[in-house]
């Protein structure tokens, strides 16, 4: 009984020894004969915007069955398209757009900084072609770490999406927020 205790727990060291070894091995040759790839991935990116798509004021079609819209998706209630019209959830058309009866580049949740109580809103305002040189000013201030994600960002619906989505620095404690307009398409939810 004893010996076939010893020899199993051998083999089991053994097993588990020759797969560490075989990974070392794999490791440090991997390690000393592939050469690192230079990649510029990790360098700051310039923001170079010159295709961008920004919504124009004359850029609504009357007829709104003859698009295929997108929408900010997340809203339990309330969806924002990619032409700033807002509408509830049951109010979406076929294909994905609000109807253009419905109310467009609402500002109402919003303060004067630009943050807004719902996340539709922020969307539906930031998406006013008026507020096309601020959001320039902001692409321009961008930090590093935002570089990145908007060198991926093709157009202004986009660019609310990603900067109406609340920040680290609105949280006061897990989902605790600060104050209630924590969505901001601007800067103004940095903390002083």
Request: proline share 3%; with cysteine; aromatic share 10%.
């Amino acid at each position: 009984m004893w010996r076939a205790f010893f020899f199993s727990f051998i083999r089991r060291k053994i097993v588990l020894s020759v797969i560490f070894g075989c990974s070392l091995t794999y490791c440090i040759v991997s390690f000393l004969l592939i050469p690192p790839r230079r990649s510029d991935s990790w360098r700051p990116t310039k923001l170079d915007h010159s295709s961008f798509v920004w919504t124009s004021a004359d850029s609504d079609q009357n007829s709104s069955l003859s698009i295929n819209c997108r929408n900010s998706v997340q809203g339990k209630e309330f969806v924002a398209d990619d032409r700033g019209y807002i509408c509830h959830r049951g109010n979406l058309l076929v294909n994905n757009c609000c109807g253009t009866t419905e109310t467009r580049y609402m500002c109402d949740t919003c303060n004067e900084d630009g943050c807004c109580t719902l996340y539709e809103h922020c969307v539906s305002c930031c998406l006013d072609p008026n507020k096309r040189k601020l959001l320039q000013t902001v692409l321009g201030k961008a930090s590093e770490t935002f570089r990145v994600l908007f060198s991926v960002i093709n157009n202004h619906f986009e660019l609310c999406l990603a900067k109406c989505r609340t920040s680290s620095q609105s949280v006061k404690h897990e989902n605790t927020y600060l104050k209630p307009n924590k969505h901001c398409y601007t800067t103004a939810d940095k903390v002083p």
